[in-house]
């Protein structure tokens, strides 16, 4: 597995890395402070595309107030990979999550 980044904190956006399994869907959800940064989402994805756990907080996170731990966890479990018989039963990746204030 691997860490990247994307935009700066502040700046807004998704993003995810799982290795073979192409674009997944998700929702957003807005984060209720005024707070922004980087919250970085160990995910485990199941054969069938599914996010089976959700660890915000690790590696490379810029703010871990915990009302932007709880959105970010909330979209990284809505994440929707395409299935994939033959991937690893559990496959672990990380989803990236940039906080806005206005978001």
């Known amino acids: ?3 990247f980044g994307g935009s700066g904190p502040g700046k807004g956006g998704v993003g995810y ?3 073979g399994r192409g674009s997944a ?4 959800y807005e984060q209720q402070c005024n707070e922004y940064g980087l919250v970085v989402v ?3 994805v199941n054969r069938q595309g599914n996010v089976v756990k959700a660890e915000p907080g690790v590696r490379g996170t810029t703010n ?11 979209i ?3 994440h929707k990979w395409p299935a994939d018989s033959n991937a690893p039963e ?14």
């Open 1 to 3: 597995p691997s860490y």
């Open 17 to 19: 890395g799982l290795n």
């Open 25 to 28: 869907s998700f929702k957003k």
């Open 42 to 44: 160990k995910i485990e």
């Open 64 to 74: 871990t107030d915990p009302c932007l731990l709880e959105p970010a966890k909330k």
């Open 76 to 78: 990284a479990l809505s």
């Open 90 to 103: 559990r496959q672990i990746g990380f989803v990236s999550i940039n906080f806005d204030i206005s978001q």
